[in-house]
């Protein structure tokens, strides 16, 4: 499978972005998709999932409430969604699939994007 995602870009503090993440190839039900980041020096660090099948979320902590991942089962495509940007959200951003249905380790999916960098400015 390969994965494309968009939408990066540079946005100001308290703004919104909106990443895509399309799939080819199919996707079941029992996969999961998701979105990681990694900022310089740091590691890659989950953000959020969605069971692709019942369409069940999972958050980290620092974007609960400000972040939201969705779906598009018809357009092979993952969305994520965030609002009230902050600079410390500024990373390179990711979307993957497992095939086990992992939800928070990234060692555990095994396609990857290619990322798109999301910059907020303070």
């Known amino acids: 499978v390969q994965l494309q995602a968009s939408g990066g870009g540079l946005v100001q503090a308290g703004g919104s972005l909106r990443l895509s993440c399309a799939a080819s190839g199919r996707t079941f039900s029992s996969h999961t998709m998701g979105w990681f980041r990694q900022a310089p020096g740091k590691e890659r660090a989950f953000v959020a999932t969605?069971?692709?099948?019942?369409?069940?979320?999972y958050y980290a902590d620092s974007v609960k409430g400000r972040f939201t991942i969705s779906r598009s089962t018809a357009e092979n495509t993952v969305y994520l969604q965030m609002n009230s940007l902050k600079s410390e959200d500024t990373a390179l951003y990711y979307c993957?699939?497992?095939?086990?249905?992992?939800?928070?380790?990234?060692?555990?999916?095994?396609?990857w994007g290619q990322g798109t960098q999301v910059t907020v400015s303070s």
């Open positions: 969605i069971r692709w099948g019942t369409g069940l979320t």
């Open positions: 993957a699939r497992s095939v086990r249905g992992a939800l928070y380790s990234a060692g555990s999916f095994d396609s």
